[in-house]
């Protein structure tokens, strides 16, 4: 792998004396790639500015009453450079390079990025977790067979990721074609759309959402699925969406019945002297850290 970011650049940023030296082994893996942007541009700048925001959170969770990065042993790894002869060579890439973090981590977070990466990275994590599912939170279906000439077009990576054979529960869909509607109609997929996964209690539809999740469980958050009004800074904007406290009650309630194994973060398209969106991307990025680990930490 190329050489790692500087540590100020490292998520979190925090000096190695500050380090657990013992704990799970997690490996941030920063995708700086949107090749397949069809709208908006910039989310390859995504993982470099969640990295810069991340070293501004605060690491004590107030929710959870406890420090994940004295826990965790977070390593900050080299970006997946893009192939630049195309779509499937760099989705290649990923995968190789996502497999050969699994060999030496615990866990793998994903940092995009347009939403065609979390394809390669599911992949990777399905070669330990065979059984694992997949949550989407997102404002897209992504369910579409091919999009502007390549079936690896960020508005595709649902379809691919069914393809493994994985079940999948997508939440916050408000954007969709006829065909990605009848797939879902036909049951290839489990959808919460907007109007109910933001109107409704969360225990309303929370029991669709787990029924359809095997014990293991893989989240990619395209950060479309958040209102604009809190999150301008994507590819895709639609109206409407999550709140922050709505995504992360979702989030939660998941991580308690089920067991998250991997997950990334996609779709951020930072704007200039707008800091919000990368700060609220950073966090995310933290808590489900800390809702993906704190059962275990509560054991130990």
Known sequence: MEE??????????????????????????PVPYDLTTSYQPGARRGPIA?????THLETFDEELEWDPSAFL???TLAPV??????????????????????KTHDFL???????????????????????VGVL???????LRESF?????????????????????????????TAEEHDLIKAGKVTTIFAPEAVQQPVQEFLPKVLAALPEEVYVTVDLDAFDPAIMPATGTPEPGGLSWYRALEILREVA??????????????????LVAPDFLAAKLVYKLLAYAFAPIHLRS
């Open 4 to 29: 790692r970011y500087a540590p100020y650049l490292s998520f979190l940023g925090l000096p190695e004396e500050l380090r657990p030296t013992s704990g799970p082994k997690v490996g941030i893996l």
């Open 50 to 54: 969640i990295l810069e925001a991340s």
């Open 73 to 75: 042993q977070l390593e």
């Open 81 to 102: 450079v893009p192939d630049t002869s195309g779509p499937e060579a760099t989705m290649g890439r990923i995968y190789a390079v996502a497999c050969e973090v699994l």
């Open 109 to 131: 977070v994903g940092l995009g990025g347009e939403h065609s990466v979390s394809f390669p990275l599911v992949k990777a994590v399905k070669e330990r977790h065979p059984h």
């Open 136 to 142: 989407q939170l997102d404002a897209h279906a992504d």
């Open 148 to 176: 502007e000439g390549s079936p690896y077009n960020h508005a595709c990576v649902m379809h691919r990721i069914l393809e493994l054979g994985l079940p999948t529960v997508q939440v916050g869909i408000r954007s969709l």
């Open 256 to 273: 308690k019945s089920r067991r998250i194994v991997g997950f990334d973060v996609v779709e951020l398209a930072p704007l200039p002297s």
